[in-house]
């Protein structure tokens, strides 16, 4: 299993990043994904979920309306899709495999969001 995120960078209050998640070692279509952030200084946070299929996201209070997660089950790659950005909102942010029961069993290294005039 591997997974492997990128689309970070720094952005300044009210801009937009799209933040993506390359899957292979396994059947991507098979298994909800996750993305997990983690703030300086802070424990993870879970930002969003979606199924297998690309049906029922579902969102942190936090990212509700400026976060939309989508995923390629061709391309096998996951998606996040931040806008309206805050300073809060600055993480180190993970994708993560749902292996069952909301156990999240596979991790990538993190892309760095960085939210900042």
């Known amino acids: 299993v591997q997974l492997v995120e990128s689309g970070g960078g720094l952005v300044q209050p009210g801009g937009s990043l799209r933040l993506s998640c390359a899957a292979s070692?396994?059947?991507?279509?098979?298994?909800?994904m996750d993305w997990v952030r983690q703030a300086p200084g802070k424990g993870p946070e879970w930002v969003s979920t979606?199924?297998?299929?690309?049906?029922?996201?579902a969102y942190a209070e936090s990212g509700k309306g400026r976060f939309t997660v989508s995923r390629d089950n061709v391309k096998s790659t996951l998606y996040l899709q931040m806008n309206s950005l805050k300073p809060e909102d600055t993480a180190l942010y993970y994708c993560?495999?749902?292996?069952?029961?909301?156990?999240?069993?596979?991790w990538g290294q993190g892309t760095q969001g960085t939210v900042s005039t």
């Open positions: 993560a495999r749902d292996g069952g029961y909301c156990a999240l069993d596979s």
């Open positions: 070692g396994f059947t991507f279509s098979s298994y909800d």
């Open positions: 979606i199924n297998g299929g690309g049906g029922g996201p």
